[in-house]
């Protein structure tokens, strides 16, 4: 009897087609990790720039003083003044105080965000931090409540910018 050729796969070509199908997964799933991390952390920073818009709203309303704020809160019924309670009105939501990557402390406190309390009431044009005067690109307002980005923390400067990258230094400066 003749043999004729079999339309389908043999076991060897499927077990080949599937290494490759594991192997292209081992590598695309960290990457899509990653990827994931870094949209995250992309969506924070855009949070700490539309709560540095809301900030300059607030300054515009208050002659140019920042407001005097808690740290933090330890749970949404405290009732002492915070950054989402205090900023909420200017800056549309309270999603914006929300990091994608916080898995606990939005839903606890009502934000991913402390305020540097060093800078209460201060005038914006008069700020100091650790010896860093006249540079708003240097002094930090508002940052994570925790390290949960592959780049570490994000900070809101008091220029409005926001950066994955802490621009300060603290210690003795030399002369």
Request: proline share 0%.
């Given at each position: 009897m003749k043999r004729t050729p079999s339309n389908g796969f043999t076991l060897t070509e499927l077990l080949v087609v599937i290494v490759i199908i594991a192997t292209l997964g081992g590598i695309a799933y960290p990457?899509?990790?990653?990827?994931?991390?870094?949209s995250r952390e992309a969506t924070c920073l855009g949070n700490l720039r539309q709560i540095g818009a809301g900030l300059q709203a607030y300054l515009s309303d208050n002659n140019q003083r920042l407001p005097?704020?808690?740290l933090g809160r330890d749970s949404k019924s405290s009732a002492e003044p915070v950054l989402e309670t205090v900023l909420l009105p200017y800056c549309g939501g309270e999603d914006v105080f929300r990091c994608p990557a916080d898995k606990e402390q939005f839903a606890k406190t009502g934000s991913s965000y402390n305020w540097n309390i060093t800078q209460d009431g201060l005038h914006i044009a008069k700020l100091s931090f650790y010896?860093?005067?006249d540079r708003p690109d240097l002094i930090p307002l508002v940052s994570d409540k925790e390290s949960w980005h592959p780049?570490?923390?994000n900070f809101?400067?008091?220029d409005s910018?926001?950066?994955?990258?802490?621009?300060?230094?603290?210690?003795?400066?030399k002369d």
């Open positions: 990457v899509s990790l990653s990827m994931i991390a870094k005097i704020l808690a010896g860093i005067e780049s570490g923390t809101l400067y008091a910018s926001s950066s994955n990258k802490a621009r300060f230094a603290t210690g003795n400066k």
